[in-house]
């Protein structure tokens, strides 16, 4: 099995967090959008990363597609298959995909000339990204897991998007967000996080 993808990709990191977490069996193969070809544009007509290329020939793509597929092959569920945990999880892992979304989105208005950029579009991202970070403060109240009390997707997503904006949109937003600060310290220390960190520079 083959997951194909960028080391920038916060949306690849989810699934290459997620294969160390649960010990999977799965070659990373580094493919970026922003190079020639590539398998991934001949397997998922969107041209995006993550895809998965299965051993039976099959391929899935979209992260949350291919997260969930994966968090089936063993283990204990970081997507619980049923009961209101499911939604509590899976409402958790979506706002945090909408995190990466408006951060990917307002770091692409970033790099246009300044005479182009449009403030409000990057405002409005950002604004995105600061109320989900003021609704995680919320849940992460004395609590090492989001929803429950074990590690899910919905601690592993929310993780990968707060790294994401200390990539892309460098800020302090730990002062405002003291509780959520001091929950992702430790989750940033696992290994699975610090073998996935993307390059500097
Ligand atoms: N919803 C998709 C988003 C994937 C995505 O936007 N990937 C970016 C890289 S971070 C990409 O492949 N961009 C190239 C393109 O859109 O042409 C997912 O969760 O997998």
New binding site residues.
């Given amino acids: 099995m083959r997951l194909y993808g960028?080391d920038t990709?916060?949306?690849?990191r989810k699934a290459r967090v997620l294969i160390q977490e649960k010990g999977i069996d799965c070659e990373w193969v580094l493919e970026r959008?922003a190079d020639p070809g590539g398998r991934f544009r001949e397997l998922n007509p969107?041209?995006?990363?993550?895809v998965l290329e299965r051993d039976d020939g099959e391929v899935l793509?979209?992260?949350?597609v291919i997260v969930e597929y994966l968090d089936t092959l063993s283990g204990d569920r970081l997507i619980p298959a049923e009961g209101e945990a499911r939604w509590q999880v899976q409402k958790i892992h979506a706002m945090a995909?909408g995190m990466l979304d408006a951060t990917?989105a307002r770091f692409i208005e970033g790099l246009r000339p300044e005479d182009k950029r449009m403030q409000e579009v990057m405002d409005k991202h950002a604004k995105k990204i600061h109320d989900s970070m003021a609704y995680a403060e919320t849940l992460v109240t004395n609590r090492a897991c989001v929803i429950g009390d074990r590690l899910s997707m919905a601690d592993l997503a929310l993780a990968v998007a707060l790294e994401y904006v200390d990539f892309r949109y460098a800020h302090d937003w730990r002062s405002n967000h003291p509780l959520l600060a001091g929950w992702l310290a430790p989750l940033s220390q696992r290994s699975s996080f610090v073998s996935t960190q993307p390059p500097k520079g």
């Fill in positions: 960028s990709s916060p949306y690849v959008p969107l041209g995006k990363i993550p793509f979209d992260s949350p995909d990917v």
